[in-house]
């Protein structure tokens, strides 16, 4: 379950692009729109900030988002659209870093994963531009002077892994616990033609006239962009459309400025959230009695979190890892501003030269729901044209009385199953772990969805 930070109404104008006010309002409407009631009860409906990891419909943060009349917003290029294609998912794609505000999340009895209407989608890559190099190793790129971490969890579109000159748009969360900023990516696609504009989102250093440390020319903005750029105070992370030409003097000169964060505001009160991000700082304190000091509060994307007193809500990890840097996906209610956490979980990601034998252990698993299909190569399956290699049978987990055998013949009549998986090393394949015939939906959207993709799926 996830929320996604949003804007206060006095912060809304800074956060849309010019000529984007239907996406304006989305943000301070659609996200809850109540002032504080200072209660703590919780409030309807429900966000999520996060990665998509799989499709059934939108997968983030371990919740299934269907498409049902949902709202899309490019934050990148200011389109608004409306979706209700699940199977098709209306462009999104694997590895998009998405803010998703949504009814109230649904838990199954039977342990599925649970799931929620989304009302409104905001997706926006963090840069677009060329290459300048390729790390020998394989960890990193460099893209507009901003050095992107390359994972585990990396997808790249396509299976096409970047070369310096070509032009690549990147999703991933900022990692703003260094300087300058570091970008980890979640999904790297090669553009195949020319582009019109390059974009980045980075930290803002007024003084210095950079973003991401890139320095910038701001001459040409006007309007609100310009409004919007004479509010913006050092550090903060704003988001900015380029030519792809320099000036003369080397800077590279915008020509769209608008705030790249969200925080929690009075909207979200009392509401469930979740965050998934780097820890950007800690605060510890020493209780009355104790000799050591323990920690009490974080702050991930920019948004404080408490953490309450005995906390024991951590997955993956321990309390002496919630150190400045640590990936994390933080669960709980937002209360006066801050995200007081019931759970944090460690988020698995390695290096990609770390990769070990047992890429289970120390990478992201990605989910889909979707017709079953035999692959074109050998020991392979496809779900909504994914593709997972099942040639290491024995790291299967099948249900009981089912053998591969029994898969291969699902795939043959085109069953509807649930497969998880991850990522090898060509970031594009995904390694089997697990698949079992997925038990048939129960709303509406999800129905259709099932009926369309699986025919007379059981």
Request: hydrophobic share 40%; glycine share 12%; charged share 20%.
């Amino acid at each position: 379950m996830s929320h996604v930070p949003q804007l206060p109404a006095s912060r809304g104008r800074s956060f849309a692009l010019t000529g984007i006010a239907v996406a304006t309002s989305l943000v301070l409407v659609a996200c809850g729109g109540g002032a504080s009631n200072g209660t703590g009860a919780s409030a309807s409906g429900s966000t999520a900030a996060g990665t998509i990891s799989g499709f059934g419909s939108v997968i983030t943060n371990g919740v299934r988002y269907e498409l049902n009349g949902t709202t899309l917003v490019d934050e990148s290029t200011g389109t608004t659209t409306t979706c209700s294609d699940n199977l098709g998912n209306c462009g999104l794609k694997m590895g998009m870093e998405v803010e998703i505000e949504a009814d109230d999340v649904r838990r199954s009895s039977d342990g599925s994963t649970p799931s929620a209407d989304a009302k409104a989608i905001h997706v926006g890559s963090s840069i677009l531009g060329p290459v300048t190099s390729v790390a020998a190793d394989g960890n990193s790129i460099v893209v507009l002077g901003q050095s992107i971490a390359l994972t585990t969890n990396t997808r790249f579109e396509g299976g096409i892994q970047p070369v310096a000159g070509q032009v690549v748009e990147v999703h991933g969360l900022l990692d703003r616990s260094v300087t300058p900023v570091r970008l980890s990516a979640s999904l790297v696609e090669v553009k195949s033609g020319p582009v019109s504009s390059y974009r980045l989102r980075g930290r803002f250093d007024k003084a210095a006239g950079t973003i991401g440390g890139e320095p910038m020319s701001f001459a040409t903005l006007t309007g609100e962009d310009l409004a919007r750029y004479a509010a913006a105070i050092d550090g903060q992370v704003v988001r900015v459309k380029l030519s792809t030409t320099a000036a003369t003097d080397g800077r590279w000169v915008v020509t769209a400025f608008k705030s790249g964060e969200r925080r929690y505001g009075s909207a979200d009160h009392g509401k469930h959230s979740e965050q998934e991000g780097f820890v950007e700082s800690v605060t510890t304190a020493t209780p009355a009695g104790a000799t050591a000091p323990v920690v009490t509060g974080l702050v991930v994307n920019g948004n404080a979190i408490t953490v309450p007193a005995g906390f024991l809500g951590l997955e993956g990890g321990s309390l002496d890892q919630l150190v400045v840097g640590a990936r994390v996906e933080v669960e709980g209610q937002v209360l006066d501003g801050a995200l007081v956490a019931s759970k944090i979980e460690f988020k698995k990601a390695r290096k990609r030269s770390e990769r070990g034998a047992d890429d289970a252990s120390q990478s992201q698993e990605f989910e889909m729901h979707g017709t079953l299909a035999l692959g074109t190569q050998p020991n392979t399956l496809v779900v909504r044209g994914l593709t997972f290699d099942h040639s290491d049978e024995a790291a299967i987990r099948l249900p009981a009385g089912v053998t591969l055998a029994d898969v291969l013949t699902w795939a043959e009549q085109g069953k509807f199953v649930e497969i998880k998986g991850y990522l090898m090393a060509d970031g594009y394949t995904y390694k089997l772990k697990s698949i079992k015939l997925d038990s048939r939906p129960t709303t509406p959207a999800q129905a259709a969805s099932g009926a369309a993709a699986s025919g007379s799926a059981t």
